[in-house]
């Protein structure tokens, strides 16, 4: 253990004298030949571990560990997830005071033994009556760059993140949905490794860099969602973007069904982007091959694979707040470009008693009282044996959705401000622990309220919103 290492455990043992055991974390790395090095609110284990040679691990290898006993180290730790395979890399979260922080990340030299100790550490007592969750790490390694000049091209705006960032992949630019010589303002870029992107997110972050004169706004992009391999092989839609918003379902339909007559059931457009449906899967690859930069209506389309998510997301959020949390295709099929963390379309729809608008939410509640007579059994439950639809705060909603996918619960750090006629405003910036790490860092509306209650709400149904939960 290097002296970095030593300071960072001598420095803690005061406070944690009969809670961690230092010669046991010893004792695994000399059992192991592991290092261990402490840095930035993080203990590593590995990464790399005795004699790896070559790169480190592909992305899907990693994964996150919620619902850590606080007093629970590496030494208990490490034995237990090394049962499902070889470990690369072991991140525990610390505390300035030595306890851990209740989660951390553990990187695996394949993805099948991280998949392995998902299916087999997810829900595991690991004392008693303490069961941790376990889940894949989203290994993020593109950013969000809104406030771009819309003139600019995707290839003006890749040189200029070369020059500015380190690792740059590719740049993702859209057309405007108006105007095809435009694009909508922001562009996805594409790290090679979440470590570059990281960096220079880092870089970028401040507020005052900018890019042709224009200060940018800078946040990792959402995650693409995970569709395993069997999945996507019983998809038959295909997802079509950069449409004309002129260009109309039945002019669609007839172009799609233009190689093979009636081989489409149906189409559900939604602003510059359509979801076509097939009677079978082998018209719709078919059809994507061929249609795949064509021309419809004057514009020139792409054509994908529609990537299937969970049909219980009712907190879907689409790029300008409008659509219904309901619409068939938009729950069934959804490609993460339409939405990002920086949304620049309407802000998201606001509870119903701030704005006096109805926001997506899970279908209407009873909401009564009934006489409790004297007598009347009463068994002790947990709210996370509820189902979603017995809570009506967004605040609960979110702990409830942490809770159901074993992650450790949200943290909220509250922030004020005055306005102009001396009234202070509120706001909550909320932190995932599970995704912090990769990718988008917080979660914070663009409004602030008068009061705390309503301030929370609002933070934790913005949340909802982006996380798309059920």
């Known amino acids: 253990m290097n002296e970095e290492n030593i300071d960072g455990t001598n420095g803690c043992s005061k406070v944690r004298t009969g809670i961690q055991n230092e010669a046991a974390l010893l004792a695994l790395m000399e059992k192991t030949g592991y290092n261990m090095v402490q840095e930035n609110g993080q203990r590593k284990f590995g990464g790399p571990p005795p004699g790896w040679e070559g790169p480190p691990p592909p992305r899907g290898c990693e994964v996150f560990v919620g619902k850590i006993p606080r007093d629970m180290y590496e030494d208990e730790l490490v034995p237990v997830f090394e049962r499902a395979g070889k470990i690369y890399e072991f991140r525990l979260m610390m505390e300035f005071s030595g306890e851990n922080r209740g989660y951390a990340f553990v990187m695996y030299t394949t993805k099948e033994e991280a998949q392995l100790a998902i299916r087999i550490l997810n829900n595991y007592e690991i004392r008693p009556g303490k069961f941790i969750g376990v889940c894949v790490s989203l290994d993020n390694c593109r950013l969000f760059i809104g406030a771009i000049p819309k003139e600019k091209k995707k290839e003006e705006i890749l040189d200029e993140m070369k020059k500015v960032t380190e690792g740059v992949v590719d740049v993702i630019v859209y057309p405007s949905a108006t105007d095809k010589t435009k694009n909508r303002g922001f562009a996805f870029v594409e790290y090679e490794s979440h470590r570059a992107a990281a960096m220079a997110r880092r870089k970028l972050i401040p507020g005052t860099f900018q890019l042709w004169g224009h200060t940018i706004q800078v946040d990792w992009a959402d995650p693409e969602k995970e569709v395993d391999e069997e999945t996507m092989q019983r998809v038959k839609v295909l997802y079509v973007r950069n449409l004309m918003i002129s260009t109309t379902e039945e002019t669609i339909k007839a172009e799609f069904n233009k190689f093979k007559p009636g081989a489409v059931e149906r189409v559900k457009k939604l602003r510059d982007y359509a979801f076509v449906h097939f009677f079978n899967r082998e018209d719709a690859v078919a059809a994507m091959s061929v249609m795949n930069g064509k021309c419809i209506d004057g514009a020139s389309i792409e054509v994908t694979l529609a990537k299937p998510v969970n049909k219980e997301n009712t907190w879907r959020q689409h790029l300008n707040g409008q659509i219904s949390p309901n619409s068939e295709n938009l729950i069934v099929f959804a490609n993460k470009e339409e939405s990002h963390p920086k949304t620049l379309g309407k802000p998201p729809t606001l509870p119903a008693r701030l704005n006096g608008q109805h926001s997506p939410s899970p279908p209407e509640i009873e909401r009564c009282t009934y006489p409790f007579f004297p007598g009347t059994k009463l068994t002790p439950i947990s709210m996370y044996s509820l189902k ?29 401000t005055t306005s102009q006629d001396g009234k202070v405003l509120l706001v909550y910036k909320i932190v995932i622990p599970a995704i912090a790490n990769g990718s988008q860092s917080y979660f914070m509306p663009d409004k602030l309220c008068t009061t705390l209650e309503d301030a929370k709400e609002l933070a934790a149904q913005f949340t909802l919103l982006h996380l798309g939960p059920y």
């Open 388 to 416: 979603s639809n017995h809570f009506n705060s967004a605040v609960m909603h979110l702990d409830y959705y942490c809770n159901k996918n074993n992650w450790a619960p949200p943290e909220y750090y509250l922030y004020s």
